[in-house]
């Protein structure tokens, strides 16, 4: 279970919400999703290694945590401190949370998303992504 919670762009025109959150990092290839009930977290993994966290921090906040580029984390922060924040309860070099319930636009968080995902996909070794990109269904 998801729960469904607003997330309004700058523009106040696209919203996009957890369940949608889920709904898409569901659809990058070979991601796999499952609930840590320790963590009280789902986790998104390609090949067991993780790139997308959602939960609740410490405040009861509905956050994502999202795997980054060390430069481009900080670039983000910078950018967007209110929303942006280094990764709660992970490496803060590589890992940024987000509160869901954030302003930032459709677009930068699928964006995000997308380069966490590819972040940890494109660490696993060639064979495995040969062998991974040839299992798609075409």
Known sequence: YINTITVTNRTGGVKMNREEMHDYMLSLPHTVCYYKEEWEAFLYKIEGKFY?????????????S?????ARAIEL???FPDDVKPGYYLN???WNSINIDNTLHESLLKELMSHAHELIFNALPKKKQKELNESLPI
């Open 52 to 64: 997308a966290m959602m939960a609740d921090n410490q405040n009861a906040q509905a956050i994502i």
């Open 66 to 70: 999202l795997k980054c580029n060390p």
């Open 77 to 79: 922060r910078e950018q």
């Open 92 to 94: 803060k070099t590589h």
